[in-house]
């Protein structure tokens, strides 16, 4: 079981441009959420996608945006980088309507916004 | 809405010594509470979880909590601190709706010899 992966584990970026971050969900999960930790910070909650669709969402701009594909991996994009959007991008799966379930998280995705 | 604070951001302890990590809790409703650890460059890793029942909980690595409602607490321990903890360690609430997690800001714990 390969757990949770995100693609890629670093990146740099230029502000104003768009990221694209992928997550491949634990085997069996069909719930992934993207978390942002900024540095010294406590991850903060971005969205949770199920069955394809965006099911809660945090305080986040709509330069944040998500997707889920029918075979449960999602990404995240944001649009208009900001200095101030970098920070470490962590996906979690989960079995969605299970609060019992512990949710795994990935080694996630250092983005840099220079 | 849910929250949860840790106290102190950093705590320093001698190899051998108790770990006490404390963290309180706000929730509306009943909570399930979550100790996470993070190692440099790291995602996050489980520790232990309440979500009903015993209010004890043992987690992995020596570690373990005690729901206590009256006192909105959940604060970690472990009776003897190995070099191998010096982590940083969240923790977390899911409650009031929706299975998102809340975490508290982190607590950086450091062993030393």
């Known amino acids: 079981d390969a757990g949770v992966t995100q693609s890629p584990t670093h990146l740099i970026k230029t502000r104003g441009q768009q990221v694209t971050l992928r997550c491949s969900p634990k085997?069996?999960?069909?719930?992934v959420s993207w978390y942002q930790q900024a540095l010294g910070q406590g991850p903060q909650f971005i969205f949770q996608y199920y069955e394809e669709e965006e099911r809660q969402r945090g305080n986040f701009p709509d330069r944040f945006s998500g997707h889920q594909f029918p075979n449960y991996s999602s990404e995240l994009n944001v649009n208009a980088l900001l200095l101030g959007d970098s920070a470490l991008y962590l996906c979690?799966?989960?079995?969605?309507?299970?609060?019992?379930?512990?949710?795994?998280f990935g080694q996630g995705t250092r983005l840099t916004v220079v | 809405a849910q929250s949860v604070t840790q106290l102190g951001s950093h705590v320093s302890v001698s190899e051998g010594a108790l770990v006490l990590l404390r963290c309180n809790y706000s929730s509306s409703v009943p909570p399930y509470l979550f100790w996470y650890v993070q190692y440099p460059n790291q995602g996050l890793q489980l520790l232990l979880k309440?979500?009903?029942?015993?209010?004890l909980v043992k987690g992995i690595n020596g570690f373990e909590a005690e729901f206590k409602k009256s006192e909105t607490s959940f604060h970690l321990t472990k009776p003897s601190a190995h070099m191998s903890d010096a982590a940083e360690y969240f923790c977390a609430v899911i409650g009031g709706g929706g299975n998102k997690l809340t975490f508290g800001t982190g607590t950086q714990l450091k062993v030393e010899l």
């Open positions: 979690a799966s989960s079995l969605q309507g299970n609060m019992n379930t512990e949710a795994f």
């Open positions: 309440y979500t009903t029942g015993a209010t």
């Open positions: 085997s069996g999960h069909d719930t």
